[in-house]
């Protein structure tokens, strides 16, 4: 009698045991949006890694909405497709039910992602590269922020540095998009209202296979340098090694488009004295972002790397900051994480802000990039001023 009610008992047990599951931690999708194929293909992988670095932090905390765990969903912007990045933020938003998107990366898919999905479907998008100036007017809603600062500002710092180079006459190739348009304009009219003179002004298309039309067309305009506002792994390289084939020119300026090591892998002629800018600084957060990365075996040496660690970080800190993954209530709290008053939150210290939040406190993020928006969900941002020297970007001083 006894060994059969032991038996019964025990099997009563490893069936009770049979029927209970572990609880399962509630996951946060964060969609991330970026260029992985086209133009830019070689600068969005250590991007992306960027921002799930600090997704990781924060699910490795425990402190994110009381122990969430973020879940990145990548998706492919193209950087130059309007009509397949805005494809892709509708999978990420309709199939993959993402609250929010870090991203995207160019400025015309970014411009139409921000229409066509982020407003009408109420998702928070923080771009780490977007800099169009005709983003920092667009009609969001709300929705739309960017720690990477405008080409407003960045065309500005670039004539500057040209002029102080002695550079009078200048010969300009964009990129024929919204980026390449934007920092053309903006490089022209700062350049010439210093004294300088543009001889000539040559949009390029991506993906072309010969672009000795336009550089004879720059060529014959007799400018002593040429800014080249395109991309590092489509036109703007092209047009570089087309002008150094024909013997046009052999010293460019160059914006952040065009700062990446594929840039000195793979052009065929030697770009030393060549100068340019992109967002970025030697500050103490720059460099904690660099111990960071580093330590969890990331490459830190590169465009929008830290825009990107700190655009994920805001989307994190601002769900902390309502108490809820509600897209409405994320929008509405970026501006507040993102500036003063509130306690200093340094790169690495997410796990100090989450709890900062939780108990009620304000917080002022400044992570790698001394985030400080203005007005329009912006970076005012700071720039590096590079020469390409010994087969390197190197940094000459920060503007």
Same mark, same amino acid.
């Given at each position: #009698?006894?060994?059969? #009610?032991?038996?019964?008992?025990?099997?009563?047990?490893?069936?009770?045991?049979?029927?209970?599951?572990?609880?399962?931690?509630?996951?946060?999708?964060?969609?991330?949006?970026?260029?992985?194929?086209?133009?830019?293909?070689?600068?969005?992988?250590? #991007?992306?890694?960027?921002?799930?670095?600090?997704? +990781?932090?924060?699910?490795?905390?425990?402190?994110?909405?009381?122990?969430?765990?973020?879940?990145?969903? +990548?998706?492919?912007?193209?950087?130059?497709?309007?009509?397949?990045?805005?494809?892709?933020?509708?999978?990420?938003?309709?199939?993959?039910?993402?609250?929010?998107?870090? %991203?995207?990366?160019? &400025?015309?898919?970014?411009?139409?992602?921000?229409?066509?999905?982020?407003?009408?479907?109420?998702?928070?998008?923080?771009?780490? &590269?977007?800099?169009?100036?005709?983003?920092?007017?667009?009609?969001?809603?709300?929705?739309?922020?960017?720690?990477?600062?405008?080409?407003?500002?960045?065309?500005?710092?670039?004539?500057?540095?040209?002029?102080?180079?002695?550079?009078?006459?200048?010969?300009?190739?964009?990129?024929?998009?919204?980026?390449?348009? %934007?920092?053309?304009?903006?490089?022209?009219?700062?350049?010439?209202?210093?004294?300088?003179?543009?001889?000539?002004?040559?949009?390029?298309?991506?993906?072309?296979?010969?672009?000795?039309?336009?550089?004879?067309?720059?060529?014959?305009?007799?400018?002593?340098?040429?800014?080249?506002?395109?991309?590092?792994?489509?036109?703007?390289?092209?047009? #570089?090694?087309? &002008?150094?084939?024909?013997?046009?020119?052999?010293?460019?300026?160059?914006?952040?488009?065009?700062?990446?090591?594929?840039?000195?892998?793979?052009?065929?002629?030697?770009?030393?004295?060549?100068?340019?800018?992109?967002?970025?600084?030697?500050?103490?957060?720059?460099?904690?972002?660099?111990?960071?990365?580093?330590?969890?075996?990331?490459?830190?040496?590169?465009?929008?790397?830290?825009?990107?660690?700190?655009?994920?970080?805001?989307?994190?800190?601002?769900?902390?900051?309502?108490?809820?993954?509600?897209?409405?209530?994320?929008?509405?709290?970026?501006?507040?994480?993102?500036?003063?008053?509130?306690?200093?939150?340094?790169?690495?210290?997410?796990?100090?802000?989450?709890?900062?939040?939780?108990?009620?406190?304000?917080?002022?993020?400044?992570?790698?990039?001394?985030?400080?928006?203005?007005?329009?969900?912006?970076?005012?941002?700071?720039?590096?001023?590079?020469?390409? %020297?010994?087969?390197?970007?190197?940094?000459?001083?920060?503007?």
């Amino acid at each position: #009698m006894k060994k059969s #009610m032991l038996t019964h008992t025990f099997g009563l047990a490893v069936a009770a045991s049979l029927l209970w599951t572990a609880p399962v931690t509630a996951q946060t999708k964060v969609g991330i949006l970026l260029g992985f194929t086209g133009p830019i293909e070689s600068l969005t992988p250590e #991007m992306a890694n960027s921002a799930e670095l600090a997704m +990781r932090e924060a699910s490795d905390s425990g402190a994110f909405l009381g122990g969430q765990k973020l879940e990145a969903v +990548r998706a492919d912007s193209t950087c130059v497709d309007a009509a397949a990045a805005t494809a892709a933020a509708e999978r990420l938003v309709t199939s993959e039910k993402v609250v929010g998107i870090m %991203g995207a990366d160019c &400025s015309g898919v970014t411009i139409a992602v921000v229409n066509n999905v982020g407003v009408p479907n109420g998702v928070t998008m923080i771009s780490p &590269s977007a800099t169009s100036p005709a983003l920092s007017t667009i009609d969001d809603k709300g929705y739309f922020f960017r720690t990477a600062p405008s080409d407003a500002r960045q065309g500005q710092v670039l004539a500057q540095v040209a002029y102080e180079r002695g550079v009078r006459n200048v010969a300009i190739t964009y990129t024929n998009n919204d980026y390449g348009k %934007g920092l053309s304009s903006s490089f022209g009219a700062a350049f010439q209202a210093l004294g300088g003179r543009i001889a000539a002004e040559v949009p390029h298309e991506d993906g072309k296979a010969d672009y000795s039309a336009e550089v004879a067309s720059l060529d014959a305009a007799g400018a002593d340098i040429l800014a080249v506002f395109g991309y590092v792994d489509q036109g703007g390289i092209r047009m #570089m090694q087309a &002008s150094l084939d024909a013997g046009a020119f052999e010293t460019f300026i160059f914006a952040d488009g065009m700062v990446g090591d594929s840039l000195l892998a793979n052009i065929d002629g030697d770009l030393s004295g060549s100068f340019g800018t992109a967002p970025g600084s030697e500050s103490a957060s720059a460099k904690g972002f660099i111990s960071l990365a580093q330590s969890k075996g990331l490459d830190p040496n590169g465009p929008f790397r830290g825009e990107s660690y700190d655009a994920a970080a805001l989307m994190i800190l601002a769900m902390q900051a309502a108490g809820s993954t509600d897209r409405a209530a994320l929008a509405s709290k970026v501006m507040s994480v993102a500036n003063a008053p509130g306690e200093k939150i340094q790169v690495g210290e997410l796990a100090k802000g989450l709890k900062a939040l939780a108990s009620g406190r304000d917080i002022d993020y400044v992570g790698a990039t001394d985030v400080e928006f203005t007005s329009a969900g912006e970076a005012a941002g700071s720039y590096k001023e590079l020469e390409i %020297g010994n087969g390197a970007f190197n940094t000459v001083r920060i503007r």
